[in-house]
T-cell receptor
Framework: EAQVTQNPRYLITVTGKKLTVTCSQN?????MSWYRQDPGLGLRQIYY???????DKGDVPEGYKVSRKEKRNFPLILESPSPNQTSLYFC???????????FGQGTRLTVV | QKEVEQDPGPLSVPEGAIVSLNCTYS??????FMWYRQYSRKGPELLMY????GNKEDGRFTAQVDKSSKYISLFIRDSQPSDSATYLC?????????????FGKGTKLSVKP
C-alpha cells in the first residue's frame, strides 16, 4: 500500500529538549516536504527536498532542521523546541512532475 | 493581500444539498489548482485537480477554475454525511520543480443527516 508514515503520532516534550519526527515513504518519490498546520493559519511549508541531499527552506523554517540521506526518509529535527512550535505537523511526498502530494497521518506536537 | 483566500466556515448543510466551496487568489502565475479533503485527525488527501481554466467533474464533485476572476470552486452534489470534512484549496505555479503548493486555510463542512 502506498503510504507516508510519520512517527510519533503524538508527542509532548519540554522546552529545549531536542526531538526528531521521522517520515518515510514507500513510493520512491523524489519530492518530500514538511508542513505545520495551525488554527487560523492553515498549512504552511517548513522545508522541502527535491531529492537526496537536496533540501531548501519553505515559508516557516526557523527553529527546524531536516536531512535527506536516503530517498525514502525525511526526518524533521527540532534542536531546541519552544512552545510556539506546538502544532500539527505533516510530512508529504510526490513525484516532482506530479501535482498530487501524499500526506502522512500527522504528528501532534506539544512543547511545554 | 494573502496569496490564497478561503472562507473558513464552518458551513453546515442538510444531507442532499448542493455545496459550493470557493477560493480566490492573487498570483496570476498559478496554473494547477487542487482540492484536498481532510478528515478530522487525518492528513489531507487529493480530491480533484485542474489545469488552467475550465471545469472537471468526478462523480458528485465538480471543480471549476476561472482564471480571469482568479476564483476557483468545488461543488458537491447530493452531499452526504461522509462528506463532512475540511476542504483545502491548493495552487501551484507549474507541475514541475518551480513553485510549491500554496494552501488556503480550509473550509470546514458539516453535512447533517
Amino acid at each position: 500500500e502506498a503510504q507516508v508514515t510519520q512517527n510519533p503520532r503524538y508527542l509532548i516534550t519540554v522546552t529545549g529538549k531536542k526531538l526528531t519526527v521521522t517520515c518515510s515513504q514507500n513510493m520512491n518519490h523524489e519530492y518530500m516536504s514538511w508542513y505545520r498546520q495551525d488554527p487560523g493559519l492553515g498549512l504552511r511549508q517548513i522545508y522541502y527536498s527535491m531529492n537526496v541531499e537536496v533540501t531548501d527552506k519553505g515559508d516557516v523554517p526557523e527553529g527546524y532542521k531536516v536531512s535527506r540521506k536516503e530517498k525514502r526518509n525525511f526526518p524533521l529535527i527540532l534542536e531546541s523546541p519552544s512552545p510556539n512550535q506546538t502544532s500539527l505537523y505533516f510530512c508529504a511526498s510526490s513525484w516532482i512532475m506530479n501535482t498530487e502530494a501524499f500526506f502522512g497521518q500527522g504528528t501532534r506536537l506539544t512543547v511545554v | 493581500q494573502k496569496e490564497v483566500e478561503q472562507d473558513p466556515g464552518p458551513l453546515s448543510v442538510p444531507e442532499g444539498a448542493i455545496v459550493s466551496l470557493n477560493c480566490t487568489y492573487s498570483n496570476s502565475a498559478f496554473q494547477y489548482f487542487m482540492w484536498y479533503r481532510q478528515y478530522s485527525r487525518k492528513g489531507p488527501e487529493l480530491l480533484m485537480y485542474t489545469y488552467s481554466s475550465g471545469n472537471k467533474e468526478d462523480g458528485r464533485f465538480t471543480a471549476q477554475v476561472d482564471k480571469s476572476s482568479k476564483y476557483i470552486s468545488l461543488f458537491i452534489r447530493d452531499s452526504q454525511p461522509s462528506d463532512s470534512a475540511t476542504y483545502l484549496c491548493a495552487m501551484k505555479i507549474d507541475g514541475g520543480s518551480q513553485g510549491n503548493l500554496i494552501f488556503g486555510k480550509g473550509t470546514k463542512l458539516s453535512v447533517k443527516p
